[in-house]
């Protein structure tokens, strides 16, 4: 009876060795059937992974129009007479040095964004128009004038070549051209644009 009961207990443990081991087996295929099947997937995922860390990017004009131009530059000091004379705004009886460039043309021009940033403020005066100025980073900042329309708010987060809004006609300057008037500060200090579209972002 005993030996009966010793075989029956043999044969009880073997068969649930071996279904352990089935078991097991199966498991094992089965995730790595759910593994290769998954592949496909993941690699469609990591195709799609947008960045954490923004690219360089280059300034860009504030503006795509190629009929644009500069209708009076920015006040330098060391320039030579006739470029001098080119940017001095003359208004209200009086002559004021030209802390931006005006761009223009004959037709309305869209304005973007030279980068990405945060728009900070937002005004509307009759003597510059609408009035955008947005901040890229501790040490950029764009401001955006003679706007006739705008197409952001203050608080905003826009990226480079959004639309900013629209050029306008002057109040202070002796032509009838649309226009804008943009001035770009780096390290708090009014620099003249022309010398860094083109440069990195990251790199001022």
Do not use: C
Request: proline share 2%; net charge negative; aromatic share 10%.
């Amino acid at each position: 009876m005993k030996r009966k009961y010793k075989k029956s207990l043999i044969y009880v443990l073997v068969l649930t060795l071996v279904g352990g081991i089935f078991t097991g087996g199966l498991m094992i295929k089965n995730s790595l059937q759910e593994e290769k099947n998954l592949q496909p997937v993941n690699d469609q995922v990591l195709e799609k992974v947008i960045p954490v860390l923004s690219e360089n990017k280059k300034i860009i004009r504030p503006y795509t129009d190629s009929n644009v131009a500069i209708l009076n530059s920015f006040y330098d000091y060391k320039s030579d007479n006739d470029e001098q004379l080119n940017s001095i705004i003359y208004y209200d009886n009086t002559y004021m040095q030209n802390t931006g460039n005006i761009y223009g043309t004959d037709n309305k021009f869209d304005v973007i964004a030279i980068a990405d940033g945060e728009v900070i403020k937002v005004e509307d005066g009759n003597l510059f128009g609408k009035v955008v100025t947005v901040k890229h980073n501790d040490n950029l900042v764009s401001v955006y004038r003679f706007l006739e329309t705008t197409s952001v708010t203050p608080n905003k987060t826009i990226k480079q070549g959004d639309k900013i809004g629209e050029s306008g006609i002057s109040n202070i300057t002796d032509n009838t051209k649309y226009q804008l008037y943009f001035e770009l500060l780096v390290h708090d200090s009014i620099v003249d644009a022309e010398d860094y579209y083109g440069k990195d972002i990251n790199e001022i």
